[in-house]
């Protein structure tokens, strides 16, 4: 659990049990047959929607195609039920399974893409599973009645009994779906879900965290689908497999509040009733209403409100709370680089080279960064800095050339392996999770470099004291200006308990008072015996900063040693200046 | 089996994909517009050609077209005139939807907005599929035309194999590549034409050319909207169709543009074109269910194996 | 001709422009310089309508542009030749100078505009139906330029020209610049390359993080040792 949420849990399952009593005490009274149906149906469609969120709402992995795993929830409920005679209360957990094993199968070949082709591929196979199934003539399948023993069929004859399964359900699915958010795996998808570069490059192996995610999410629209079947006691394939009902989840989602326990149930206590009895008082002659108003509903709220209800009511009605204080962090173990003596050299290139075509980004580049140094790396625009950083990062392969940490090779690495050698990395363009407090944006760091929960929480808040951010720590990152933003993104590098920091450009567009605030930090941090490579445009402040300079010109490395002579060097004022205009001064 | 059999077979299929293939073709270059010219995932397409139909078949029906010209011709210009019709529901489908959720205004974004253009279109086309059904009622339609039932022969190149060539589906193939080719010189050579590959090209540049990329780009909506309806009406005269028709293409037209290649209009024609032809000829070993399940996987081979396709650019993989 | 006065721009919290102001005559070609980041491009972009100022105004003969869209400023004579090139890569090499011709006033006399344009880039004519993105960085330079001439315009803007490509490669193209001056076209150069830049113009203009600092003549620019120390970040303040 991330610190700080045993709260979050607390409050999530207090309004869970509430909730659940409140409703199962509406359904007592109920006692029209269509509308016990409505209200069973509303806890299974919004269980299939929790299902949805975990995979598309936190995770960010826009998919089209739940109604596979509801489809294999469901008949394999039902065959097992025809077949073997196993009763659905282990019919269904069976499904479960089944939708598990589903989930990985799908998952391997179809991670390998991204965006829309993902999202339109994963529609494609409970359409075809939909195609096959009529073919091997499925067409319709009913479920056997027991009038022997029907409560151990699930087959209650009154039916609010569903509803109590069908509730029970929906709690299990949003106790996970709670877990899931307050736990690492929560941040874990929506670091990725933001920004698939930085989460890896702060250490996630986003590969894996999307298939748990999809493992989940199939598991849960596997237990939906399979308590459907239960109740609608026939199924077909274009009912468990069909477009529509792949569409449910995503409508339903969408119109609650994405990336929120809630919303999925917001949206199916709407939509599930709305649609239904439109269905029943006016299907007659207005056949397919249920399709235009889910259409309408989703229209509307893209673009309305965009990430759904929930969000839109939250941000409106309820201010984030005042920033509680952090503790103070404990006195600070020595940076794990303290093993070497101080100057020696940390990383060292050599030889490095890049192209992209005919262009050599980055020619036969060798330097290396000493200890405890702060290393500027400067040189005019398209010079091939920020092409350097992302081959020593892992975000680029390497054509030529080598480049080691304290000996290591970071070569040939993906990008969470060299963050876990110790290398913890900054962009040109800031991310952030908007919504999240600040605390929670630099955790992300730490759960990356594989740190346990205490650990994090320890090492956040250090880096938070660290860049001098203590005190926005509960702030929403959304709130934040944008020296806090840079700073944000430097803590979360620093929360990783890196040996180097390379940082991008963390100065660009700030002013002179906000730009000497971060110097201070970086000089403080040196001061600790941190040791830093930085990019940066802005000279005055590189001039102030840093112990040596690296010049890039075209890239390939002009010059390098310290500011003052650098600066002096006439190939490095002509690659600035040009040749004309040393030629003149000359003159 | 009987070597002529299996020969007539063969030969009867592959022209029926020729034939059908063009058809498809021009489908795919209407959702090839939107989607390279764009950038835009427009789920609803399908539902675009099912209003191409309908279209065709109020205009014969009920507009009189075919007591004007007959029914030999009129569902065809039916098929035609359905396509300016469609322009105009695309482009004001753009102008308050589409726009809302796409264009310079989300080109920075993550996804470049594909993830609010899926679920706008999404919900557009659920509206269109049930709306459809609401408006169109539930009966299957189709738009007749004698034509269909009677066919050219063309024998003794085997024996007695003959291939029979339906009349309807070669004239609905017939024109299907003269629009395709007027476009193709529209895009290629006229002013207009230039612009809008311009705008596809490098939107920001073209705005420095003075090109207004927002007004171009509805244009290219209504262009892709129109000719995939066209196609629609098209297809109209040899299937019968209700208004969930224009699910079962959507896999369809994704396949034949990814396979033609993101970017590439014409590519998309080939595409649509290949996957007529598969279609058809996995008609004589497969059943019918799964023709349609072999497209799907010819998609998720494709778009695993090849993602840009014959003659694209782009691709989006892992 | 064109009066800039005041503009200020921000990012989201970042401050890219404050209070900057410039004025071209008819018939001048005014430089602007200054090291990376200084928001030159924001400047080019600001005048082209791109981005909108939070403070300021635009004139150009008399026209307030902050009225315009970015699009319907190009239709009044000012022609863009955009940082990095820009070329439409999948058009062809003429297909490209059209489009430079797209406003109304290009399309007047488009012949000996496209003579005009092939004298100055003989390598536009030979490789006309080549597709733009297989040119080399300075060929597409060209394009670019000649693009931006396609339309006969009253004023030429140009942003970072030298960006990207060798020093001889960016030579020649301040050659053809200067010619094109010469046969009397407004230009507005932003450039990184200090002495190439004022070499050329009537009047350069110094700009650092955002602010204009300096201002003349290019002797009195060029003997100015504020220029070295604002580029190489040697400015104490």
Known sequence: MRIGTAANLRRDLIILVGLSVVYLGAAWFVSNSYFQLIMTLVPIWAAFGVSWNILSGYGGQLSFGQASFFGVGGYTMTLALVYWNLTPWLGIPLGVVMGGIAAVVIGIPTFRLR????????????????????????????????????????QFSDPRYYTIVAIGLLAISVLVCSLVENSRFGLALLALRQNELAAEAAGIDTRTWKMRALIVSGMIAAGAGGLYACVQLVVTPDAMFGMLVSAQPVVMTLFGGVASIWGPVIGAAFLVPLSKLLDAYAGDYLRGIQGVVYGAAVIAIILAAPDGLFWT?????????????????????????????????????????????????????????????????????????????????????????????????????KVHQVCHMGVGRTFQVVRSFPRLPLLDNVIVGAYGAGLSDHEAAEEAIRALHRTGLASQAGVPAGQLTNKQLRLMELARALAGRPRLLLLDETLAGLGREECDDVLNVLN???????????????????????????????????????????????????????????????? | MDIEVLIESVANAVTAGITIGCIYGLMCIGLGLIFGIMKVVNFAQGELLMLGMFASLYLVTGGGVLAFLGPYIGPFVGAILAGPIVFVFGA????????????????????????????????????????????????????????????????GFYGDATIFLNKAKLVACAIAIAVALILYFALEYTRIGKALRAAADNPTAATYMGIDVDKYYRMAFGLGSGITAIAGGLMATYLSFGSFIGFDYVIIMYSGVVLGGIGSIMGAFWGGMTVGMVQQISALVLPPQLQNAAIFIVFLLIVMLRPQGLFGRSAERA | MLEVSGISVSYGGLRALTNVSLSVSEGQFVTVVGPNGAGKSTLFKTISGVVRPTEGSITFLG??????????????????????????????VLE????????????????????????????????????????????????????????????????????????????????????????????????????????L?????????GHMVLEGSYQTLLADDRVRKSYLGLTDE
């Open chain 1, 524 to 587: 403080r941090l040196r001061d600790e015996g941190m040791t830093v490579g930085i990019i940066e445009h802005t000279m005055h402040a590189m001039m102030r900063i840093a112990d040596r300079f690296v010049v890039l010109d075209h890239g390939a490395v002009l010059a390098s040693g310290r500011p003052r002579d650098v600066v002096e060097d006439r190939s490095v004022i002509e690659a600035y200046l040009g040749k004309k205009w040393l030629a003149k001064q000359d003159a």
């Open chain 3, 96 to 199: 490209n100078l059209e489009m430079g011709a797209y406003p109304k006033s290009g399309r007047v006399n488009w012949t000996r505009t496209l003579d005009r344009i092939h004298t100055l880039f003989p390598i536009l004519a030979e490789r006309a139906r080549q597709m733009a993105g297989t040119l080399s960085g300075g060929e597409q330079q060209m394009v670019a330029i000649g693009r931006g001439l396609a339309c006969a315009p009253k004023l030429l803007m140009l942003d970072e020209p030298s960006m990207g490509l060798a020093p001889a490669v960016t030579d020649t193209i301040f050659e053809r610049i200067s010619q094109i001056h010469g046969d009397g076209v407004t230009i507005l150069l932003v450039e990184q390359r200090v002495a190439e830049a004022l070499e």
């Open chain 2, 92 to 155: 004001l489908l753009h102008k308050f939807l589409i726009s809302r959720v796409s264009g310079l205004r989300t080109a920075g974004s993550i996804d470049d907005g594909h993830f609010g253009q899926l679920i706008v279109t999404l919900g557009i086309s659920l509206v269109l599929q049930n709306g459809g059904m609401i408006v169109f009622g539930t009966i299957p339609q189709t738009v007749r035309t004698p034509l269909s039932s009677s066919a050219f022969l063309i024998d």
């Open chain 1, 313 to 413: 009511f939250r941000d409106r009605f309820f201010k984030p709370k005042a920033a509680e204080p952090l503790p103070a962090p404990h006195p600070e173990p020595r940076v794990a680089s303290a093993t070497e003596p101080a100057g020696a050299v940390l990383m060292k290139v050599e030889h490095l080279s890049k192209s992209f075509g005919g262009l050599r980004a980055v020619s036969d580049v060798s330097f290396s960064i000493g200890e405890g140094e702060i290393l500027g790396i400067i040189g005019p625009n398209g010079a091939g800095k920020t092409t350097l950083f992302n081959v020593l990062n892992g975000v680029l392969p390497a054509d030529e050339g080598t480049a080691t940490l304290g000996g290591e090779t970071m070569l040939g690495r």
């Open chain 1, 115 to 154: 965006g829309h082709y993902f999202a339109l591929s994963m529609l494609a196979y409970p359409l075809a599973i939909l195609y096959f199934m009529q073919y091997f003539g499925f067409q319709e399948v009913s479920l056997p009645m027991h009038r022997n023993s029907p409560v151990a069929y699930m």
């Open chain 3, 201 to 209: 113009s009537d009047h350069g203009y110094v700009l650092e993080t």
């Open chain 3, 63 to 92: 026209r307030d542009l902050l009225t315009l869209s970015a699009a319907e400023r190009a239709h009044l004579g000012i022609a863009h030749v955009p940082e990095g090139r820009q070329v439409f890569k999948t058009l062809t």
